[in-house]
């Protein structure tokens, strides 16, 4: 089933302890697109502006990414991000945000993209990821993220955009604050009581946890030397989590498939990391996805083996 | 194979945002020691003082825990630790540490707990760790525990005592400042170049990893709705851990066999939390134990298939 996503299109100027980017293709819809168009056809929804090169909606192209809904707003710039990381590459510090074009972003999906039967709700206003979702009444799974921000500022649309989804898909932090309970089973049954079936708790270096109607899973992430550039980590594990659940149409959305979905976000989030903004993404290969998989399978499992305890 | 520890035995009182106690038992070597005896024969040694009653004795012994080296000090008071946890429960203070009879200890072995084959270093002082390593020549398998302390006042002895032993059971954010490396694969890399060959990070609410000759491992921590009292758990998670492998004398102590251990230890560190200070595990039942490994091997589990990526 094709994937539509709506979110930003950004340029990041990122630094960490591995060196930095100046202006680097980057934002929520574009990290999503790239994961999740290794498993089916995506269509991305968003704003850019004049300053938005042919070069980087080529980058998309390749991928056989849909630009259709790209929307170039005349004399607008493009949203603009600026971080910086420390050694702790989980805490960082944002230096500047420009939204440009993303202050008066208006979503108008077309036909093509309101028939979509698979949805990403990427990490913007609320009130805006409702306007999408009730374009796209056909959609089967429908998935959101969001952040801090919005839950601060716009806690009752963001439970509202939350009711009309299927599955929430949040840093486990912010999932904590939203719904200001101190574990992640209990703030998933709270959530779950808001309407989604399925609640995935992103953990960043220790990866990922999920319940769903059936039950608990939990993947850590993969396990890696170095990570250069965490950015967008968050939207490839959506990307790759969502992709997988669009590329079975017909098999059961049960736990089982959500679980192998848990891998393949875990096995593109840990290519993402590797190097800065979407630069690893660009060149990565399915080989290089399903070897990572069977890999996180190897490394999670344990053999069970019935032994006499003492008493 | 028997097992013997050397750590605290301690009063500990305990204010969590699920209740507190005063003056319960605790301590490094009694949280090992209840948990390890599930698997094996378990010796403690360790300081106590006056005020250390026999029904605090006897909780030991109804575990089989052998009490002949615990030495009692004679108008000494037994260690005392008052700490105190926030709604997140990775983060505690530590109000009151009174030493006591810790303070003038000198391990002195008798013969039994010598001609042990297994042995775990709890958090104490890294040369009274080597003085009793050194008694304990024809060990099979050796762990250590330490702590933030050590690392930032005898950090030379800690590495020192590190390099005597088989397997390093530490806190994640210790492992790092440690060995002032970022990742864990870094950390452990460090840390197996000392010596040992088995490297454990402890990570809390997210669980464990491994670093074994054989390679990488991580299991996510058991899921649980309410953490009563986190204090303890990481000792329990070491006597499960390094209780299993002493269970197994006659198997070759392999990475398969290290997984397995630490899925034990998941599980007793869990049982541990759910309840202040012993309370849990004092009432545990082996069955409860293989419950848990087994709803833990299950929880972490997908199956994967092949699945044809796009390209």
């Given at each position: 089933m094709p994937v539509t996503v709506v979110g930003s299109i950004a340029f990041d100027a990122v630094k960490t302890p591995f060196g930095e980017r100046e202006r680097m293709l980057g934002g929520s819809a574009v990290h999503f697109a790239l994961a999740a168009s290794f498993f089916e056809e995506v269509r991305v929804v968003g704003p850019i502006g004049d300053d938005f090169g042919n070069e980087h909606l080529r980058a998309l192209q390749r991928r056989g990414v849909v630009i259709d809904d790209i929307e170039r707003v005349a004399g607008g710039r493009t949203f603009f991000w600026r971080g910086v990381y420390g050694w702790d590459l989980n805490d960082r510090q944002t230096l500047d945000t420009q939204l440009g074009v993303f202050a008066e972003f208006a979503p108008k999906l077309s036909a093509g993209s309101r028939e979509t039967e698979v949805l990403f709700l990427a990490n913007i206003q609320p009130e805006l990821q409702r306007q999408v979702r009730a374009q796209c009444a056909g959609a089967r799974f429908v998935a959101l993220d969001s952040m801090n921000f919005w839950i601060e500022t716009a806690r009752d649309s963001l439970v509202a955009a939350i009711s009309e989804v299927d599955c929430v898909i949040l840093n486990d932090a912010e999932l904590r604050q939203l719904?200001?309970?101190?574990?992640f089973l209990l703030a998933a049954r709270k959530v779950r009581g808001w309407g989604p079936s399925v609640v995935v708790a992103k953990q960043g270096e220790y990866g990922a946890a999920m319940v769903t109607d059936e039950g608990f899973f939990a993947l850590p992430a993969f396990p890696l030397e170095t990570v250069v550039d965490p950015t967008g980590a968050g939207d490839c594990f959506a990307g790759g989590f969502v992709g997988y659940v669009a590329a079975h149409r017909d098999a059961p959305l049960d736990h089982e498939l959500l679980c192998r979905a848990m891998a393949y976000g875990t096995a593109l989030a840990s290519y993402n990391v590797e190097e800065f903004g979407t630069e690893r993404i660009q060149r990565l290969s399915s080989e290089e996805i399903s070897d990572r998989v069977a890999e996180l399978s190897r490394i999670t499992r344990f053999i069970e083996k019935p032994l006499p305890l003492r008493r």
């Open positions: 719904t200001e309970e101190p574990s």
